[in-house]
């Protein structure tokens, strides 16, 4: 949790040095609303492992994201989200159940989330939404490995990598352990993955009428590893035609040897590989052919949404359970606490009847969390709000998004490592002190870390350093 020394007192003692780094000095702004909301369908839906490789980001040049693209101009885009926890188990936890995973002890996939002592009670979102009247289903991947369907009244189809070829088409075994870091197409048919699957299920539920209100979830699995889509997606992403991502070669030169440490992966096969085997061109092309593959599988909710009863009281949610690299940093997969593993997309499309209400086609830049998903949709949607919730509501910047925001984005990866992200600004501590510092106006890539070499560092470290949390919950099983 966010310690006794609220940003908002942090921030008021900081503002002149942060004004010198950022070019800002932030303002207070605190707005209130006495307006009731109505009460409304709520369509949430996660893609797997999604970076800004979106049109709407500008992560990739070549990404084609129409329908992404479509929703962000209905409804609000946060440009500078962030997931609480780079790996897929403690981040879906978090935004599912409001916790911190530095409260909730969930650090790795491994973790099985009733078995912590501060989520053996928890009420999950879906579950706080039945207890209110409303109708749970889920389908797809919604909890880590398309487990706790038990959270829900009525779930669908399964989530999962689909169907996987007997040989592998691009990685030899010998490159990774893992039977899922592969790329190309597969299966043939379109109709056999597990997204289109999804996405029909899903799309049927938007058909049906129904007497109570709904909270709906859908998970869909790309473009999680492996990068298989089908072939007329790749055919967006022509070969020849693809760039691939910068690569500072002295990257990880000024990075602290514990984080380096941290954040090797045994599973993906070595970045110098891709280059010299010639498959880094292949898995950007796959990457992001299995992106569009997903906003192809979008659309079709979509379009099913605004021609079916809900069109004009549903709100729709949509981002990542965290980012992704593709040979930044000369690395790929997550696991880490850098930008391209944080930062997420997310899209809040309120109601058409109550979007005078709320400031559509606008995009907020202010660092915001996946842990606030939990209260602002209870707010929104007119129900209690849980009184476990570690996150904050950001409800406000749905309907003035340009204003400041008082808090920062939190990522934690394993125990006692924590990131914070505020404007122009990331500060990662690590567990045995060591420190990274980026101006990310100035260094977007993460390439210069300033600990060692700015005149504001030591002062960002002692001011800043209040703001990562105070606890650092032990995973379950593990002793004090």
């Known amino acids: 949790m966010i310690p006794p020394l609220s940003c908002r007192t942090l921030f008021a003692g900081i503002w002149i040095y942060w004004g010198i780094l950022t070019g800002i000095a932030p303002s207070l702004i605190w707005t209130t609303d006495a307006e009731q909301p109505q009460r409304t369908n709520v369509l949430m839906i996660t893609i797997d492992d999604l970076n800004d490789w979106v049109e709407c980001l500008g992560g990739h040049p070549q990404a084609r994201t129409p329908n992404i693209n479509a929703l962000a101009k209905r409804g609000i885009l946060f440009s500078n989200a962030h997931c ?56 797809g991947k919604l909890f880590h490995a ?17 169907p996987l070829p007997i040989t592998r088409l691009n990685c030899p075994t010998e490159q990774s352990k893992s039977k899922l870091w592969d790329w190309g197409v597969f299966p043939e048919k379109e109709s056999a993955y597990h997204d289109v699957i999804n996405s029909i299920w899903t799309a049927k539920q938007l058909e ?35 760039q691939l991502p910068r690569v500072h070669e002295d990257d990880m030169a000024d990075v602290p040897a514990f984080a380096r440490s941290l954040t090797e992966n045994p599973l993906p096969p070595d970045h110098a590989w891709f280059v010299e085997s010639g498959q880094w061109k292949k898995a950007v092309q796959s990457y992001l052919a299995a992106v569009s593959f997903v906003d192809d599988c979008l659309g079709r909710v979509i379009r099913s949404l605004d021609a079916g009863p809900y069109r004009e009281n549903t709100w729709i949610v949509l981002f990542s359970d965290h980012g992704f690299f593709l040979g930044e940093k000369q690395r790929w997969a997550k696991q880490s606490l850098w930008e391209r593993a944080t930062r997420v997309p997310l899209i809040m499309v309120p109601p058409r009847s109550a979007s005078s209400r709320w ?9 915001v969390e996946l842990l606030s998903l939990y209260p602002t949709l209870t707010e929104i949607c007119g129900i209690p709000e849980g009184k476990h919730l570690d996150g904050h509501s950001i409800a406000p910047l749905l309907r003035q998004p340009e204003q400041e925001w008082d808090f920062p984005a939190i990522t934690t990866y394993q125990r006692g490592n924590h990131s914070l992200r505020l404007p122009g600004l990331r500060y990662t501590r ?40 105070v606890h650092d919950a032990f995973a379950p099983g593990m002793q004090p």
């Open 430 to 469: 690590y567990a045995d002190g060591s420190q990274e510092i980026y101006d990310l106006r100035q260094d977007p890539h993460e390439w210069h870390n300033l600990t060692a070499s700015s005149p504001l560092a030591e002062d960002i470290s002692k001011r800043l350093g209040a703001l990562f949390p």
């Open 359 to 367: 400031m559509v086609g606008k995009t907020c830049m202010a660092p």
């Open 84 to 139: 609480q926890a780079p790996v897929c188990n403690p981040s879906r936890v978090s935004f599912m159940t409001g916790v911190r995973p530095s409260n909730s002890g969930i650090y790795q996939n491994s973790d099985r989330f009733r078995t912590s002592e501060r989520l053996k009670d928890a009420i999950t979102l879906p579950q706080h939404f039945a207890a209110n009247g409303y109708v749970s289903m889920g389908c």
């Open 146 to 162: 398309s487990r706790g369907k038990e959270n829900f009244m009525i779930y669908g189809p399964s989530g999962g990598q689909g």
């Open 208 to 242: 049906r009428p129904r007497e109570k209100p709904f909270f709906l979830g859908l998970g869909f699995y790309r473009p999680h590893v492996p990068f298989f889509a089908p072939q007329r997606f790749r055919d967006q992403h022509p070969i020849e035609t693809i």
